[in-house]
Each structure stands twice: as structure tokens, then as C-alpha cells.
């Protein structure tokens, strides 16, 4: 995995196993431990701040990375040592920004590697050059410091200009994007790791009969009122077996950039092997008894034109797209619909999602995880229904 294909991804334990095996340069660091922040002497809280001054100066094709938590191997993959303590993502930005000529685009996450939590500064490309309008600590005042190979060098004039003619040119500052799951109804933030837990009824093997009694041969009502519908018992084991199979999920899209994100789309590809996917708009509804209660949804021409959540299935597998419209800098936004999802079986998913948007060169790439527990039940029988029919509303 190269540094120009992680510029456009978001932070995953794959990304970070990727930056694993690559050597500190000018867009990546390791550090055995954690800053020193809270209660420290400016002397030693002005090591990160140098740190992050030089990673935004430096000269690279994506973005940098200063892993936490991780211990350095020469000419092998570094070890996940794990830190517990980090920054809070809100402190470390007033810290750097209260200090700089400009604002640092920068952001703090914890990913879990092999059950330990690796603190992660990540530093996208942005306008240079940056530097503290006054001294602190060991960082001088007006120094443009640079990441150089593995080490930190001071900019001399010429290196400066260079920096101002290359970003005025190339580097306009890109949105940063994350993806979790979310429960819309109570606007919680899940994470990118959620547990569904449902029933999965086996299919009927033998027909369920008509709902209502045969009319008898020389006579049929004509009174609307007394029609059954037919099919009552059919649909609401349809209903009954899908409601209890497929549970609601939703999304939340953080812009944790100070760029807007223009026209944000996300598009899931998976399979559907033992897995039910499906639009809110087309989950079966509780059916009527009686055949003038049966009254058929109707879907708006605008309903249809703003809708945010589709999906198509294409043989095998499933397309899932959400589109958000445009996202303010370092704010969030939910996802107007849910999807339902199932599985007829223990199994875990995984999500491989790509984020698209009109200002960004490459789709940024993030994965999420479903896990599901799933309760087998024998099909329902036409007992089974008739009970549950007098607990429906």
C-alpha cells in the first residue's frame, strides 16, 4: 500500500496494518509512546507540536501519519505495542491552532490492532508553509520546520518559496470523510461495528389455505364490507417472517476537514449469499383482513425524486447507495432512511464502502462491520398465525 493510495482512504485497521510494514519517511512516523500533553512543561508538549509542524511542511504525494503506540523495526513490520492514553481529537486542533500563522488541518483517532488501541495524527496535504507565531517550548518563532527522510530540518528562504508556488498550484486541501453506523430514530453514533440480533423462520413447506369461509355455491356476496382478502394468511407470514428477520440500519457522515464536501455519495458493493437486503419503501406491509382495508402504499413522484437510500441487485451481490447532498466543514450529517438487513444464518459481513464526492480525486475507501445472531424457528403454521393475527394493532 503506497502513501498516494492511503491520501483518499479513511483509517481502518487494513489501512494501519498497511502503514505497518512501510519505512518512516516524510509522511509517516512511529512512536513508541504518547506525547507528553496534559500537565507537561511546555518544553515537552512543544516535541508534538514540532512534530506536527513539519509533517504539514513536508514534501509528499498523500497524506502523513504519526502512529502511537508502535514500536520501530528496522527492515521489518513494527510491532502494535498500544498506548491508553490519547488526545482528545477537539483538544489537539485548539492546541496546534492556537499556536500556527494558519489553520493545521489535522485530525486524532484510537484504532484497535491486535486488541491494542494505536493513537493515530493524521496530517492531509494542505497550504504551506506553517509555522508558530511565536515561541514555544523548543519550536522557534516564524521557523518553517520540514520533515526531511526520518528527521525534522529547518526550511531555508528558497525551500519556503518553493512550498507557496507548489501548494498555490497543487495542493488545494481536500475534505476527510468517515462513515459509521448509526440508529436514526434516536440520532446515536454506533461506531463501525454493530451486532444485529433477529429470527430467522424457515420458509413454509406446504401452502397456508384462503383466509375466510368458501361462499357457498349458489350464493355470493356482493356486499363490499363482508369480502375477505384471500391472501390474508399468506401475506402475514410474508410480513411476520420478514419483520422478524431484517432490522433497520442507518448512517452517519462526519467532515472531519475544514473543506466542504461536495455532492457526498456512498456506495456499497457485497454479496448476497444468505443475506436479505432491502429499501425501507419495499419492506412488505401488515395486511388487512378485509379486502376494503387493503388499501395499496402510494409512493409520491417527489417521494420518489428525493430519495436518499437505493439499492439494486445485480446477480449475486448488491448495490447499496446513499447519497448525502453536501457536507459543512467539521460537522456531520445523518442519513434520512434506513436500510433493513438480515441473515438466515451466524455469520459476520463486512461492508467495504466508498466514498465518493465532487471534490475529491479518488474515492476515500472505509470498511464496516456486521455481525449477526440469528435464532433458527421451524416455519410459522396456520395456528401460529392465527394467534399472532390477534396481536397485531
Not at 109 to 124: C, D, M, N, T, W
Not at 232 to 239: A, N, P, S
Not at 336 to 358: C, K
Not at 378 to 384: G, Q, R, S
Request: glycine share 4%; net charge neutral; hydrophobic share 35%.
Amino acid at each position: 500500500m503506497t502513501n498516494k493510495a492511503t491520501n483518499q482512504e479513511n483509517l481502518s485497521p487494513q489501512l494501519v496494518e498497511g502503514l505497518l510494514y512501510q519505512s518512516e519517511g516524510t509522511a509517516l512516523d512511529f512512536k513508541l509512546k504518547q506525547y507528553p500533553f496534559s500537565g507537561a512543561k511546555d518544553e515537552n508538549k512543544s516535541e508534538l507540536l514540532k512534530d506536527i509542524l513539519a509533517f504539514a511542511n513536508s514534501w509528499r504525494q498523500g497524506d502523513a501519519f504519526i502512529l502511537v503506540g508502535v514500536q520501530a523495526v528496522t527492515g521489518g513490520r513494527h510491532i502494535p505495542i498500544g498506548t491508553e492514553e490519547h488526545f482528545d481529537d477537539a483538544q489537539l486542533q485548539q492546541f496546534v491552532n492556537s499556536k500556527t500563522n494558519r489553520k493545521v488541518i489535522l485530525s486524532y483517532e484510537v484504532i484497535l490492532v491486535e486488541g491494542k488501541k494505536i493513537g493515530i495524527i493524521r496530517i492531509p496535504k494542505q497550504e504551506r508553509p506553517v509555522y508558530a507565531i511565536k515561541r514555544f517550548g523548543k519550536v522557534e518563532k516564524e521557523v518553517v520546520y520540514y520533515r526531511l527522510g526520518s528527521s525534522t530540518a529547518i526550511a531555508k528562504p528558497e525551500d519556503i518559496a518553493k512550498m507557496g508556488k507548489d501548494d498555490s498550484v497543487k495542493n488545494q486541501p481536500t475534505p476527510v470523510l468517515s462513515l459509521q453506523f448509526a440508529d436514526l430514530q434516536n440520532r446515536t453514533e454506533l461506531g463501525t461495528n454493530i451486532e444485529i440480533t433477529s429470527i430467522a423462520f424457515d420458509k413454509i413447506t406446504n401452502p397456508l389455505p384462503d383466509a375466510g369461509e368458501k361462499p357457498s355455491t349458489f350464493y355470493i356476496s356482493t356486499d363490499i364490507l363482508q369480502q375477505v382478502n384471500e391472501d390474508y394468511w399468506r401475506e402475514l407470514e410474508q410480513y411476520l417472517r420478514t419483520k422478524a428477520l431484517v432490522k433497520p440500519v442507518g448512517f452517519m457522515l462526519r467532515n472531519q476537514s475544514s473543506s466542504l464536501a461536495q455532492n457526498v455519495r456512498v456506495e456499497i458493493i457485497s454479496n448476497t449469499d444468505s443475506i436479505t437486503v432491502i429499501e425501507e419503501d419495499n419492506l412488505p406491509e401488515k395486511p388487512a383482513y378485509r379486502r376494503l382495508d387493503k388499501i395499496p402504499r402510494i409512493r409520491s413522484v417527489w417521494n420518489q425524486l428525493q430519495k436518499q437510500t437505493e439499492i439494486k441487485h445485480h446477480g449475486q451481490k448488491w448495490t447499496l447507495t446513499v447519497d448525502f447532498g453536501n457536507v459543512q466543514p467539521q460537522s456531520y450529517i445523518w442519513a434520512t432512511e434506513a436500510f433493513y438487513i438480515g441473515s438466515q444464518s451466524q455469520t459476520e459481513l463486512t461492508l467495504n464502502a466508498n466514498i465518493y464526492a465532487d471534490n475529491l480525486p479518488a474515492p476515500q475507501k472505509t470498511s464496516l462491520n456486521l455481525r449477526f445472531d440469528i435464532t433458527r424457528k421451524p416455519a410459522l403454521t396456520i395456528n401460529d398465525l392465527k394467534m399472532l393475527s390477534n396481536h397485531l394493532n
